[in-house]
Every structure is written in structure tokens, then in C-alpha cells.
């Protein structure tokens, strides 16, 4: 199946209802391509790189705190949850960014950050239907590592357990279209 590697306090947010949408533009080995999503359903990969305080929102640096605290053991990663994809957009409108900012964790600082990287290319938002799954510990292959968006991972995803109701995915999922469109 395939995984998008994300930090780990975005997957916490995903996985607790306080995140629906990832922004992305894709990793320093994608700068060529930007970011594409690869799957319309996929693991999500908890990484612990690069992420800090000044990225997130307050009220949320205790999901890094959680994740530093929780760090798997060396030479292995967990997975508790998949995504699926119900709506993507490319958006090169900082307003637009701003008015995405009620449906992700990330800081007001680090959107302009992830705006001004490559410029030239959109961001990619995508609306995600989170599922939490039993914990599948997998170790951690060479191919994992690098700063690339998807890998390939040898598990399978039950059905798991949906995040927010199909009635609250249901009107965010249409507060985001309002946005995007």
C-alpha cells in the first residue's frame, strides 16, 4: 500500500478530527514535479523530522511534545491510520491558504514559509477522510528515508474506524469546496 510520510503531530491532528487538510508541495527530491498525489487511499507514515513549535499553532505543540515523547524505538515506525481522498485542489492564492488555516494545525509563519518555497509551483490541498486502524508496527527499510512524499509499504489497511461523522466530514468537506472553488 502505499504511505505519505507526514509529521507526526499532523498525523496526531488527522487521526484526533483537528486537522482535514494537508498542504502540500512536495519534498526536496519532488522539487522538479512539485507534489502529485500517487493514491487516492493511503497509510499515513508518522515522520519526525523537521517539525518544531514555530510551524504550528499554539494550541497544538502539545501534539509535538506527544510525538517526541512517543518516538517509536530506532529501526521501526507505527501505523494507525490511512486517509482517503475526497477532494484536491492546487491553490495559488495566499488568501485562499489563509482561509484554509480553521482546517490544519500548521502556523500563519510557516504557510507563508511553504508558500515562498518554490514559488512557481501551486500548493496542492487535499481534503482527507481519516481512518484509524489497529497499530502495525513495520521497520524501517533504506527507501524510506530521504525527503520524498510517498513510499511503498508492505501492510494492509482495515476498514478502521472513520474520525469525524460522515455528517461533520460532510459540511467541512463543503466549507472547503466554498474555499477552494
Not at 502529485?36 to 514555530?54: G, I, M, R
Not at 510525538?67 to 486517509?83: H, L, W
Not at 524501517?140 to 474520525?163: D, F
Request: glycine share 4%; charged share 25%; with cysteine.
Amino acid at each position: 500500500m502505499k504511505a505519505l510520510k507526514e509529521w507526526a503531530t499532523v498525523v496526531q491532528a488527522l487521526e484526533n478530527g483537528n486537522q482535514t487538510v494537508l498542504l502540500r508541495k512536495g519534498g526536496i527530491l519532488e522539487t522538479a514535479s512539485g507534489f502529485k498525489v500517487e493514491s487516492e487511499k493511503f497509510a499515513l507514515f508518522p515522520t519526525y523530522e523537521h517539525q518544531d513549535n514555530a510551524s504550528l499553532k499554539s494550541q497544538y505543540y502539545q501534539y509535538l511534545a506527544d510525538a517526541r515523547e512517543n518516538k517509536p524505538k530506532d529501526g521501526v515506525n507505527k501505523i494507525t491510520s490511512f486517509a482517503e481522498v475526497l477532494e484536491e485542489r492546487d491553490i495559488v492564492s495566499m488568501e485562499k491558504i489563509e482561509k484554509l488555516s480553521p482546517f490544519h494545525i500548521w502556523s500563519d509563519s510557516y504557510m507563508v514559509e511553504r508558500m515562498n518555497w518554490m514559488p512557481e509551483k501551486p500548493m496542492t490541498a487535499i481534503f482527507l477522510k481519516v481512518h484509524k486502524i489497529p497499530a502495525t508496527e513495520i521497520p524501517i527499510l533504506p527507501e524510506y528515508h530521504g525527503c520524498k512524499s510517498w513510499i511503498e509499504l508492505n501492510v494492509n489497511a482495515e476498514a478502521g474506524k472513520t474520525v469525524l461523522s460522515e455528517a461533520e466530514l460532510q459540511q467541512k468537506l463543503l466549507e472547503f469546496r466554498r474555499i477552494v472553488n
